[in-house]
């Protein structure tokens, strides 16, 4: 039988989990929002206004800034059940570990890209490490928890889906 590391504690779990589904939505927010989005570059009557955000920076058309999203989404939805079949062979701490690892580089190297194909192949590693955390935190917090708060924990975890793309 595995013992549960010396660390390991339900409500730190909890707390831990939630803290990290929080700045996973915040960059969902983040992303999605007005300020960054930005407003693309336009041209009437011959008099030019430069653009905002990712679409002025980048000249990202409307269409471009959607497929950001969609490029998130697909590394989100391919890696989500690859994840979830991997945590049966192999330690889901781990499988989220690594995970994270990746949506932490993938997000610091959207950060810094040139253009607009660095930073959608960077959104869809995103995406990746993300769908590690994403289909396997709630169950081990549903293993975790005593049965009498199983709704509550899984109600604060989820809450911070709300507040992340609030706080983003």
Known sequence: MCSKPSWF???????IFSVINLLNYVDRGIIASNGV????????DGVCKAGTGIQGDFKVTNFEDG????????GLLVASPIFASLAKSFNPFRLIGVGLSVWTVATTLCGVSINFWTIAICRILVGVGEASFISLAAPFIDDNAQVSQKTAWLAAFYMCIPSGIAFG
């Open 9 to 15: 504690r339900p409500k730190r779990l909890l707390f």
């Open 37 to 44: 989005n930005g407003t693309p570059r336009k041209c009437i």
């Open 67 to 74: 497929v950001l999203s969609f490029a998130f989404m697909v």
